[in-house]
């Protein structure tokens, strides 16, 4: 069977039989030791960490709910939840996430849950106070009252990769991972930028797809390139899919040792360097603080391995060509959702014709209706409210909520995403923003971003960030602007920007 058709725990096991010794997972961390998980490392140690699962009695099909911060145990969890056939679900859970944890433990029926073994870890402590250990690995809980097992990791010492299990039901039994190895999933929380936060259900053929849609144009150009992924593993692209895809190299933070926000662009950097990364997953501004440490020291420019960049996310604007020749050769900036995976891709390199907000032509063959507030289709490449039939690579449905997967489509099938934009005579979308940051103002319509792209270009304006006000009850756009060093308001004042 050809690759892209594999499970994910195939996948896992076609590179530990092609290059069993070759490093799969790399994760660096600023305060703590570099960890290498070879092929072999991966294959072994998340197929036994699946079977315990299913030693123990988890039930295949089941939700596994990953409390681990992104390290070697974390991507092990995820990995071997699908060996047993579960559902696996990361989760990010800080001081006072209880009520928070406790709604996503009861939504999804979650039967398992893998924590740290530190007791100053946030969700550790939450955890503590609404479970009742038992022997084993076994657990009740009165506030959530579907969970049965708790896996502790040994994350909390550096010198060794493991868990801790119960040795009695762990050696009781025989299973076969074989009837369980290509039926696993993945569930993520949605990112709460299109309201409150939700849990999706993706479905196989999209995340099998979402895997090699990305990757094919520089496959052939760098075969055996290492990829930098600054993404965290609870969101589709932190996902390792480059050493799925490829068999190569991925480097991620481990980050049971935080690096603090100011510090994270030169250790990225630098780990980039240090790694030979060809490629990385990284978003904009850390790209233009990679821009302004290779200005500042021409030397390093000798050293920098980076060839090819992909973000996603958010609407790039012009601004992106500045790391281009620099930072990197080309930057590929992707469009989609966690339910409608990645639907288009723009390659950007130095002579690339480029505005703002521009995402790109589609992965393959959507159908997609742009509609205004009346539900109507526009024509004529106006902007409006993207929709977009449903295919199976949409997600499976918002779990335990099927009246808001119903609400999510139109009577025809169309899903609305809640992004507004307009696509070009050539086919490439237009992606201008979230529809609830317009405002209509005397039968005209007005976009954040697109205000802050026309603002953006005034003399001496450093940044501009556009918000939601309201003004004797009116919605209003209010820009907040960071000027130059030496630049005063009343000099901007004098810019008048030209609407379309």
């Known amino acids: 069977m050809e690759l892209d058709k594999l499970s994910i725990p195939r996948k896992v096991q076609h590179w530990a039989n092609k290059h069993p010794d070759d490093e799969a997972l790399v994760f660096v961390s600023k305060d703590g030791p570099r960890t290498a998980l070879t092929c072999a490392d991966v294959f072994n140690k998340s197929k036994v960490f699946g079977l315990h699962l299913l030693q123990l009695g988890v039930s295949p099909g089941s939700v596994v709910v990953n409390l681990l911060d992104d390290s070697p145990e974390a991507f092990l969890v995820f990995f071997g939840t699908q060996f047993a056939g579960c559902k696996s679900m990361k989760l990010i859970i800080g001081p006072g996430d209880d009520e928070f944890l406790i709604h996503l433990l009861n939504s999804t029926n979650c039967q398992t849950i893998v924590i740290s073994s530190d007791p100053e870890n946030a969700a550790t402590k939450i955890l503590s106070k609404l479970i009742h250990r038992m022997p084993g690995n076994k657990v009740t809980s009165n506030a ?62 999209g995340l099998q797809t979402g895997m090699y849609i990305m ?24 996902i390792p899919q480059w050493y799925l895809c490829t068999g190569n190299r991925s480097v991620h933070i481990d980050n049971r040792f935080p690096i603090p926000e100011d510090d994270l662009p030169k250790f990225v950097f630098d780990t980039i360097i240090n790694e030979s990364c060809e490629c990385a997953k990284l978003d904009p501004m850390t790209c233009s603080k990679f821009n302004y440490f ?7 420019r000798n050293k920098w391995p980076l060839k090819v960049v992909w973000t996603g996310g958010k609407p790039l604007t012009q601004s992106i060509k500045e790391v281009i020749g620099t930072v990197c050769h080309t930057f590929h900036n992707m469009y989609g959702s966690s339910e409608m995976n990645l639907l288009t891709m723009k390659k950007i390199e130095k002579d690339t014709e480029f505005e703002d907000f521009n995402s790109g032509s589609f992965f393959y063959d959507v159908k997609m209706k742009i509609i205004d507030e009346n539900l109507k289709e526009v024509t004529n490449g106006a902007s409006g409210h993207l929709t977009f039939q449903r295919s199976p690579y949409f997600f499976v449905g918002y779990v335990g909520n099927e009246e808001l997967t ?18 070009k005579p050539n086919g490439e979308l ?44 009116k919605e209003d756009l209010c820009a907040c602007i960071v000027p130059r060093v030496g630049v005063s308001v009343s000099e901007q004042d004098k810019y008048k920007p030209t609407w379309n």
């Open 430 to 473: 237009i992606i201008q923003g979230r529809t609830e940051d317009i405002v209509s103002r005397d039968g005209n319509i007005y976009h954040a971003s697109q205000i802050e792209s026309l603002v953006r270009k005034a003399p001496g304006v450093y940044q501009v960030t556009v918000i939601n006000v309201t003004v004797n009850q």
């Open 294 to 300: 290779l200005q500042s020291d021409h030397k390093l």
């Open 144 to 205: 959530i009252p579907s969970l049965k097992f708790v896996v502790d990791s040994k994350d909390i010492d550096v010198n060794q990769v493991g868990f801790i299990w119960d040795e009695e039901s762990i050696n009781s039994g025989s299973v076969d991972i074989e009837d369980t190895i290509d039926n696993g999933g993945v569930l993520m929380a949605s990112s709460g930028t299109a309201g409150a936060i939700k849990i999706i259900e993706l479905s196989r053929q």
């Open 215 to 238: 990757f094919p144009c520089v496959m052939d150009e760098y075969p055996n390139s290492t990829m930098f992924n600054m993404r965290k593993l609870f969101w589709f692209l932190g």
């Open 406 to 423: 119903k609400q999510s489509f139109s009577e025809d099938g169309y899903f609305f995403s809640k992004d507004y934009g307009r696509v």
